[in-house]
């Protein structure tokens, strides 16, 4: 995984890069686990603990897409059929209580359980899950955040001799209360 972290600096400024990371990371037994690329093995740590400092997210490889596929909790919504990338494709839109969610928000030594929404969208032929957007919603003031969204584009990736639908690219945007 290649994570690449940006900020700008005020609403009326472009972001600007800050750094990029590499990590292996691996999910085991429904968690996801990280480790510096050659390590020889996956920490049993956070990401927080491994990456020291900085805006870091965990999810994304797995755990938002159990979330909404298989976990039961969010209740969905037939949002209709579109046009994506010249691809006709089917869109739900759900959302998942805060109260059930398990969906953890930390800004410094501030940590809430927050309830989340968003929208999926799946090739109409293959039901091939192309997108997934997880939008954090109901945030405590006291984390000083206005909003987060985290939007995962998938594909077919090779691996031996099997193709896996797995993240290709992963965005994350969050903006602070005060207005950046």
């Not at 290709?168 to 209360?177: T, W």
Request: no cysteine; proline share 4%; glycine share 10%.
């Amino acid at each position: 995984e290649t994570i690449e972290r940006s900020r700008r600096r005020s609403p009326f400024h472009k972001f600007e890069p800050v750094d990029t990371l590499r990590l292996e990371v691996a999910l085991v037994n429904g968690k996801e686990l990280f480790s510096w690329p050659g390590a020889g093995q996956f920490e049993e740590k956070g990401i927080g603990e491994i990456v020291a400092g900085g805006t870091i997210t965990t999810g994304d490889f797995a755990a938002h897409a159990r979330t909404v596929f298989v976990s039961g909790l969010p209740t969905f919504t037939y949002a209709g059929e579109e046009v994506r990338q010249n691809r006709s494709v089917v869109r739900y839109d759900y959302q998942v209580a805060a109260f059930i969610s398990g969906y953890h928000v930390r800004v410094g030594e501030k940590r809430a359980t927050v309830a989340s929404r968003g929208s999926f969208w799946a090739d109409r032929e293959t039901r091939d899950l192309l997108r997934l957007e997880v939008r954090v919603d109901e945030i405590p003031p006291e984390l000083g955040l206005s909003g987060a969204i985290t939007s995962i584009d998938y594909g077919k990736v090779r691996v031996g001799n099997s193709d896996f639908l797995l993240p290709r690219s992963v965005e994350f945007v969050a903006s602070h209360a005060s207005g950046y």
